[in-house]
Every structure is written in C-alpha cells, then in structure tokens.
C-alpha cells in the first residue's frame, strides 16, 4: 500500500500544475469572466487563458465588432437579440449551479494546494517530487509555445 501512495503522490505532484490551471481558468469561465460583453472587457491575460482551457490556443479572439461606416445604420433597425449566455436572464437554478461549481473550483484548487503540500513534506524523494512538480509547470507551457 505504501508504494501506492508514493506513486500516487508522484503523479499527483506532475498533473497538479495543470489541476489548478483548469479549476482557475474554469472559475473564471463559470460567469463568462474571459468574454467581452456589454461594456466589460476581460484582461487580455484572462482572455488568452480562457481561450488556452476552451481552445487549447493562447491567444486573444477576433473581435467581431460593427462594420465601419455603420455607426449611423446599427441606431435605426431593432435592437439586436439578447445573448443565450446572458447572465442578467438567468434562472435561479442556474445562478445556484454557478456558485456550486465556483465553490467546487474553490475546494479543487484548495485541495491540489494542500495535497501538493502534504506530498513535498511527507516524501522522502523531494527531489523526485520537485523534479515532477517543475515537469508539470514546464512540460504543458512548452507544449503551448511549441
């Protein structure tokens, strides 16, 4: 059984990077907080990390504003159609699921910290276990640039 747990341990310390990663990026993703809409913009760092968790691509989307020349024209038809994604209509069932799932990311990124911690003060072969934990901060960013 214990070289269950130091294997699991391993493991553990390799994924964890990209763990946190996910439960972060999803947070931000659970009130459309890398999205334009309205008059919000996003950092252009939550939009490129919003996009790397959809896309697997870290860059900024195309921005699909009005043609130029339409400033006059978009004023005189029918308001545009409100956003299927649109948070103001949401039901209450809805805004319950989202803040259990923010609670969800907020106990998945507490737990990977904790178990992140646990693993580096309770391993004989810290070393291995930071050896790992760089491999799972390098390898992912590297596969981005590449």
């Known amino acids: 059984m214990s070289a269950i747990r130091v294997w699991h341990t391993y493991l553990g310390m390799l994924i964890a990077p990209t763990v946190l990663f996910f439960a972060l990026t999803g947070a931000l993703q659970i009130f459309s907080l890398h999205e334009a ?9 939550i939009e490129k990390l ?4 959809k896309d697997q691509v870290f860059a900024l989307k195309e921005r699909h504003g009005p043609p130029p020349g339409a400033n006059a024209a ?3 038809g029918p308001p545009p159609p409100p956003d299927d994604d649109d948070d ?19 106990g998945l990124t507490s737990s990977t910290v904790l178990g992140l911690w646990i693993g580096l003060t309770h391993l004989r072969h810290k070393r291995v276990a930071l050896g ?10 590297a596969l981005v640039v590449f």
């Open 132 to 141: 790992l934990l760089a491999a799972g901060v390098v390898l992912p960013v």
């Open 88 to 106: 103001d209509h949401a039901s209450l069932g809805t805004w319950v699921l989202k803040w259990f799932f923010l609670l969800v990311a907020a």
């Open 50 to 53: 919003g996009s790397l968790h």
């Open 37 to 45: 809409h309205g008059a919000y913009q996003p950092l252009p760092l």
């Open 74 to 76: 978009a004023h005189e």
